[in-house]
């Protein structure tokens, strides 16, 4: 695949201001900003594609995103805020959802007593955070009755790991109220925003020396000198030594890498013309019987699509069996519910495997207990050099692409600054 732009890959050195190790949602924020404030970037991205964990392909004509689909916390997510002043065709998310009790609708009264079994979980996790001491998410919930399970289940679920092993105090700091859609998908509107940038693909960066004066960033397709670096790739590949830095990362950066785990969500893709789901992008909750699904989108953009969600359990699971597994199990999890006759037009599209994608391994990166702090210690940068940005580092937007790309364009802020000022 060509690069996204006319650039310089034979080069053995290349000088620019900043250079960006990856082009997700925060590597292109970051070049945005950088560019608006009349500096010189070059992107690099080890895939052939921008947009990282945001992307959108086409299924039976209809776009369809593999990674990223809602626009969280609309009030304070900075895609929503460019959507709008863009005229991106962003919707409101609807508030209600479906509830099957064995495969029965649940009654007014039933969806309510969910609903409140939820607003009990939120408060109590809410209040139990002020304590000073963090604790597993887990041990705050309340008892719930009936839907204790499920209200585990899916805060489990977004949160990319059981809430047993999800920090207490950083668990609510996530603003979930006032989601949105776009129209085209998540992932169209990323690389639409992408578009036009230095950026140059197929290029892994596989060491950042920041020995001598700026950076020296050596990739597969040759060096580029900096005066500083954005580093966006994922937690989990920071974890695995993918990029070597020389010297060593300082300590307690080190150790803040290290202590994420690995988020886990991923999409089997149905398609389901006659599901009992009525009304465009409602969430199921399908409950009563031994297997449930950790989470259900119907009728995407009013589209016969329907992701069945995987959580780090039921991926974990699947994990030893062959490629068709996620696709077999969502099968069996509603025909349990509904029956087989209920899905017999059911098709499955596709499964993703974001925790085993070279360039990710991870669908986020998750806070453990007692670690809610090293999502902070990553936003000082190294030697004024160096700065992280990422999904990872946002506290109020973790895990999404908003978050992303606040990080990504705060570092670019900070960076703009520094060099106008003559200190980087
Ligand atoms: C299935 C799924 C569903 C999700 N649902 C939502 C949702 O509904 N809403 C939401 O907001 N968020 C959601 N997320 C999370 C969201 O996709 C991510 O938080 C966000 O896209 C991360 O952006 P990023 O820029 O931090 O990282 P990435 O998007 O991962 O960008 C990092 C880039 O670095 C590149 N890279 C890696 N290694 C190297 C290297 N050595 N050299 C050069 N480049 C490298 C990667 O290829 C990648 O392009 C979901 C994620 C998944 C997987």
């Known amino acids: 695949m060509p690069p996204a732009s006319p650039s310089t890959p034979k080069d053995p050195v290349t000088e620019t201001d900043v250079a960006i190790i990856g082009a997700g949602a925060a590597g292109i924020g970051a070049a945005r900003q950088l560019i608006a404030a009349g500096l010189s970037v070059r992107v690099l991205e080890a895939r052939n594609r921008i947009g990282g964990r945001t992307i959108t392909i086409p299924l039976k004509g209809h776009p369809i995103d593999l990674g990223a689909h809602w626009l969280h916390a609309g009030p304070i997510n900075p895609l929503v805020k460019l959507g709008r002043e863009r ?112 950026v140059r693909l197929g290029t892994a960066v596989h060491a950042l020396d920041w020995s001598g004066a700026g950076v020296r960033v050596e990739t597969s397709a040759g060096t580029l000198r900096a005066k500083a670096a954005i580093v966006t790739i994922p937690m989990a590949l920071l974890q695995r030594d993918a990029i070597r830095f020389a010297p060593d990362l300082p300590q307690p950066v080190a150790a803040a890498i290290h202590g994420f785990t690995q988020g886990v969500y991923e999409h089997v893709i149905l398609h389901w013309p006659d599901s009992p789901f009525r009304g465009p992008d409602r969430l199921a909750s399908l409950v009563g019987h031994h297997r449930e699904p950790p989470g259900l989108l119907t009728r995407i953009d009013g589209t016969p699509f329907h992701f069945f969600e995987l959580d780090q359990p039921a991926a974990a699971l699947l994990d030893s069996r062959d490629a068709d597994a996620p696709g077999r199990y969502a099968r069996a999890v509603l025909a349990e519910q509904f029956g087989f006759k209920a899905i017999r037009n059911l098709r499955v599209c596709r499964s993703t495997a974001w925790r085993h994608d070279p360039w990710s391994r991870a669908s986020w990166a998750v806070v453990p207990p007692g670690r809610a702090a090293i999502r902070d210690t990553l936003k000082e940068a190294v030697g004024e050099r160096i700065w992280f940005a990422g999904e990872a580092l946002s506290r109020a937007q973790w895990g999404t692409a908003g978050g992303a790309w606040e990080e990504g364009a705060r570092a670019a802020e900070d960076i703009a600054e520094r060099l106008k000022a003559g200190l980087a």
């Open 87 to 198: 005229g991106e065709p962003l919707r409101r998310a609807p508030v209600d959802g479906h509830l099957f009790i064995k495969a029965r609708q649940a009654s007014r009264g039933e969806s309510a007593a969910l609903d409140r079994a939820f607003a009990v979980a939120d408060r109590a996790m809410t209040q139990a955070a002020r304590a000073r001491e963090d604790q597993p998410a887990a041990k705050a919930l309340p008892p719930l009755g009936r839907y204790g399970a499920r209200v585990a289940g899916i805060h489990g679920l977004v949160s990319g790991r059981p809430l047993d092993e999800v920090s207490l105090h950083d668990f609510p700091s996530m603003e979930y109220a006032d989601n949105l859609f776009i129209a085209g998908g998540l992932g169209a509107y990323v690389a639409r925003l992408g578009k036009d940038l230095p």
